[in-house]
């Protein structure tokens, strides 16, 4: 079997093994990278980022149609293997292992396009390490019903799109968080037709302390369970919450996942209001690996 190099990063405990395709000639089947990411018989991770230049695959150059500056393309894969649009998490890994690797540089007060098959995305360096522009985001005003184990009854959710699907559901309590089993699929009445992230939340209180809004967020992830962070889960729980508290909520909001404290920003732009994920990137550590 041959063997390829890896890296394995995570942000704030949502992990990944990074492999790096610059010219893309690798075609990793579904269940390829399945067996990367199992956490038993593999590397383990929560998803796959493939480093590929745009130019080699057609969804990058689509990426390049967007930004012809947008160099690299985050290929991004979940942990069953199959494809996913965008990762608020990922992407930030994604420019930290660039600019380790030498591959792209990223001067202060610069920007990093990173081509994703959600658009293409603007990294920035922030405090805590990587600000990810997601762009702009919709919503249908639809209210979906959610099932979850460990609570009694069905809730309704928010249903957000950035670039991916997501519904948000506001919870009572810390308990009714603590109580939720996500080790068991979340249903979602009516189905969407490509499923969905779903977002458990609890507002803290007070909710805004020194004008930023503070939330605890837990997490099921499409294609692949619940994961200690989700980064476009929390810009969409940000989003619901602040939808739900009203016209005089905040704009920047702190959102604490099982594997850390993430940044949410709105901001408006010429196009309409774009939202900003910021937060950690690690590499923690790379190898080779034989590939089934």
Known sequence: ????PFTKGHGTGNDFVIV??????????????????????????DGLLRVVRSRAIDAGRAALAEEPAAEWFMDYRNADGSIAEMCGNGVRVFARYLLDTGLASLDPGS?????????????TRSETGFQADLGRWRTDGEDPLVRAKGIDVARPGMNVDLGNPHVVVALASEEELEALDL??????DPAPASGANVEFVVPSDPLVKDGVGRIRMRVFERGVGETLSCGTGTVAAALAVRSWAGAQAPNNWRVEVPGGTLGVRMFPTEEG????????????????????
């Open 1 to 4: 079997m041959p063997e390829i």
């Open 20 to 45: 790096a395709d610059p010219d893309g000639e690798l075609d990793l089947s579904p269940e390829q990278v399945a067996a990367l990411c199992d956490r038993r018989f593999g590397i383990g991770g």
């Open 111 to 123: 920007t990093l396009p990173v081509g994703t098959r959600g658009g293409v995305k603007d990294v």
């Open 183 to 188: 080790t068991v699929l979340p249903i979602i």
């Open 273 to 292: 209001e774009h939202v900003a994920l910021s937060g950690p990137a690690t590499l923690v550590f790379s190898g080779t690996v034989a590939l089934a």
